[in-house]
């Protein structure tokens, strides 16, 4: 099965006359995987789809504009068999009056459209239509459905101590209970940076995943399809009622821009875009007041270019007229650029491609990666912090009477969660810096900090690090020198056996033990 | 003169779908699995397609088509609701879904006291507890035939009145747990007839939720999360 693209042939008309003339309900235009039709009042009646879309694989909707009441066309596409949110809907006002350019709009659409995996029934949210009288409400047959994202409870890390879409949500709709993270979709208006915030992708909204995004911007972008020249991706808010026509720029639409972290700036640069805009929602900025970090993200998407030898004016938040697209260079496009973690990939391979020496080392709010500092003096290497992580960029690593902290640069995300979880922040023991170093995301899992480990007296089983079990003295003090002494003898497992009575802590220990070094047997 | 599908009213179509879970989740026997093939149809015909979560409702149509063995069923059901090593993967009663660390009481007295105040009472007949799901279901849908006779008599006042406490129930008790056994079920059901019910009825519920508490806003009415904020109840995964 293929996918068909179902266009309104009055819309086509309008901009194309001479194209579409004599041209009958069939099949119009032959895609890479699928077809065109061009249908007859498609936008006044959306019932025809229901003719149409027998035995497709996948839909995508050409109308004459994306304003169109959305509940009549949800429940046809229902009744031909689809999942309304995997339906794609191109603007055909986006397309100008260039052939070329409106066929590679629909093959990227249809692209997108087959890289939809499926939605649950958490993320379909009802939202009233704008008129609706008290009576006829509980009357109500036909509803609007916006898509929300919702929780993937296999991938969620938070009881590890996450709440990046808790911090990341600007209208308090997702909380942390004892029965996970909940989405409460009453509150939730729809703007993806809960999505962008995850590390694991487990918050999912079905309609703009990596995957979709990267099936999107790749068509979009080869050149053996629509227009020759140079090509621009323009990242627009889903809210924006503008409507795109600049030369060589094409949209590729995001519930909100402020969701779009500065690796999605440059990925498109990968795959040979000449330029990426993102634009807000409109004039009036964005309507979340993301604003500020949007300009952020560009800013340091274009200290990033400056650094590597590109021209900055190739991320941008305005359409311009477009440059040449960059050479491609030799390294290799990593895969799923626009997922949570490529992050650090989508740097590394764009600094091989660099004319400058390929290094840089920004310290910026806007990156999307981090580096986590650890203080060997203050880290007590007791492993919250690669606990907590959840990209496992901080790993903890036990081995030969030993254990190890590693960092792995090209996996952080900034996230903060280490610092959060550390019990030693008071000391400064662990920090982040949202910083973006060639050398640290090219070096892989180095040791940040390390210790040896106490080994249990009875069964040779490793009780804890030493550097742990000195705070623990320390903290503990001079006083509670027997109790130490068990405590670094003895694993959990041993001490819960029993202990022998010359090891037992006094109940009460002299004040003349003060001061006594701690003998540690490993 | 009977309304054709086209023409019934959310409420109605509400309860209809309420009493089809219901049904599925009874103990299966051939006269019940003829009813629901049959009553499935009916819903297909109808508004359906309007909602969410007739994308959930298709595939039953071809299941049930396929006429199910009742024996199958009857195996199925055992293995899903009644019978486990500790206990069955999904449970069908609201307690065996939440933390009480006091056991069920304070739940099923809860429970028995909505019902009241709905004017409704558990058929001493029945052996089930009043936590049980289709009891809950069925109570669910009630509201739904009360809301319907309200909105056709053109009694807003009292459609609204009853929609809050179908917003209350949901809340308290049904939308609290019953999704979260149905995605148990439906992954251990598969793509049998329970599994894809259970998916089903978890899009409808889900739906339902959403539904009744957008309706309750552009009323007016308050939200009350109730039992589970009022006695420290919490919900397990």
Redesign the interface.
């Known amino acids: 099965m293929s996918a068909l693209v179902l266009a309104c042939a009055d819309g086509i008309r309008r901009v194309m006359p001479e194209e579409i003339e004599g041209v009958t309900a069939e099949a119009w235009l032959w895609l890479r995987t699928g077809d065109v039709r061009v249908v007859p009042g498609l936008c006044g009646d959306p019932d025809v789809i229901t003719r149409h879309a027998d035995g497709a694989s996948n839909l995508v909707l050409a109308f004459c504009s994306a304003d169109l009441p959305r ?1 009549p066309v ?3 596409v ?2 031909a ?1 689809f ?2 949110l995997g339906v794609e809907v191109v603007d055909l006002r986006v397309a100008g009056e260039d052939l070329e350019r409106l066929i590679l709009i629909f093959e990227a659409a249809v692209a997108r459209a087959r890289s939809f995996a499926g ?1 649950a ?2 993320n ?5 239509p704008k008129a ?1 009288t ?2 006829a ?7 609007e ?1 916006v898509a929300i994202p919702s929780i993937e ?1 296999s991938r969620c890390v938070a009881d590890r101590g996450c709440r990046a879409c808790v911090e990341a949500c600007p209208r308090g709709a997702i909380a942390f ?4 993270i909940s989405i409460d ?2 509150r939730c208006d729809p703007c993806g940076l809960c999505t962008t915030a995850c590390p694991v992708e487990a918050v999912v909204d079905p309609t703009v995943t990596p995957a979709q995004l990267d099936a999107q911007v790749r068509t979009l972008l080869d050149p053996s399809i629509g227009p020759r020249g140079p090509r621009g991706i323009l990242f627009t808010c889903r809210r924006s009622r503008l409507v795109e026509k600049t030369t060589g720029w094409y949209p590729v639409v995001v519930p909100c821009t402020g969701m779009a972290p500065a690796s999605w700036l440059l990925a498109p640069l990968l795959y040979g875009a000449a330029a990426v805009a993102v634009r807000p929602c409109g004039d009036g900025g964005c309507q979340l007041g993301r604003d500020d970090v949007v300009r952020e993200r560009v800013a340091f998407s274009r200290l990033l270019l400056d650094a590597i030898g590109w021209s900055e004016e190739r991320v941008t938040t305005a359409p311009f007229g477009l440059p040449a697209a960059p050479v491609p260079g030799r390294s290799v496009t990593p895969s799923d650029v626009f997922a949570p973690g490529a992050a650090g990939h989508v740097l590394t391979a764009l600094a091989e491609r660099g004319t400058d020496g390929h290094a840089f080392a920004l310290e910026h709010p806007g990156s999307p990666v981090g580096l986590v500092d650890i203080r060997a003096g203050a880290c007590t290497v007791c492993g919250m912090c690669a606990r907590t992580c959840p990209t496992e960029a901080l790993a903890f690593a036990p081995g030969g009477g030993a254990v190890d902290i590693t960092f792995d640069g090209v996996r952080c995300t900034a996230c903060g969660q280490c610092v959060v979880s550390c019990p030693e922040v008071p000391r400064g023991a662990i920090a982040v810096r949202r910083l973006a170093d060639r050398v640290v995301l090219s070096r892989g899992a180095t040791r940040l900090v390390g210790s040896d480990v106490a080994s249990c007296r009875r069964c040779g089983q490793p009780v804890a690090p030493l550097t742990m079990l000195r705070r623990v003295a320390e903290i503990l003090g001079p006083e509670e020198r027997r109790m130490t002494r068990l405590l670094e003898s003895y694993c959990l497992d041993c001490r819960a056996i029993g202990i022998p009575v010359s090891d037992e802590p006094a109940a009460a220990t002299r004040r003349s033990d003060a001061g006594a070094a701690i003998t540690i047997r490993t | 003169m009977t309304a054709r599908p086209s023409q019934i009213g959310l409420a109605r179509l509400r309860q209809g779908l309420y009493r089809f879970i219901a049904a599925g989740l009874m103990p299966p026997d051939q006269e019940r699995v003829a009813a629901l093939a049959s009553a499935i149809k009916v819903i297909d015909a109808s508004t359906i397609d309007g909602f969410a979560f007739a994308t959930w409702w298709r595939p039953l149509g071809a299941v049930l088509d396929g006429a199910p063995s009742v024996g199958d069923l009857e195996a199925d059901y055992v293995r899903l609701f009644e019978a486990g090593v500790n206990k069955p993967p999904c449970p069908l009663v609201e307690s065996a879904y939440l933390s009480l660390p006091r056991g069920p009481g304070a739940l099923l007295v809860d429970v028995d006291r909505e019902y009241r105040r709905f004017g409704l009472a558990v058929n001493p007949l029945v052996s089930l507890p009043a936590d049980h799901a289709v009891l809950e279901l069925e109570a669910m849908a009630a509201l739904c035939a009360r809301e319907d006779e309200a909105a056709d008599r053109g009694d807003v006042d009292e459609a609204r009145h009853v929609l809050g406490e179908e917003e209350r129930f949901l809340e308290r008790h049904l939308a609290r747990w019953f999704p979260v056994m149905a995605r148990r079920g439906a992954m251990v059901g598969g793509g049998g007839f329970y599994g894809t019910l259970l998916t089903a009825a978890r899009a409808f519920v889900h739906h339902d939720r959403d539904l009744v508490a957008t309706l309750a806003k552009h009323h007016g009415l308050t939200r009350d999360r109730g039992l589970v904020r009022d006695c420290g109840l919490q919900a397990v995964r």
């Open positions: 509940s949800q429940a046809t229902r009744r068999g999942d309304p939605s029934p958490e379909a949210r009802m939202v009233l609706v008290r009576r409400l509980l009357r109500l047959r036909i509803a459905y409870p209970s004892h029965a996970g979709p009453a």
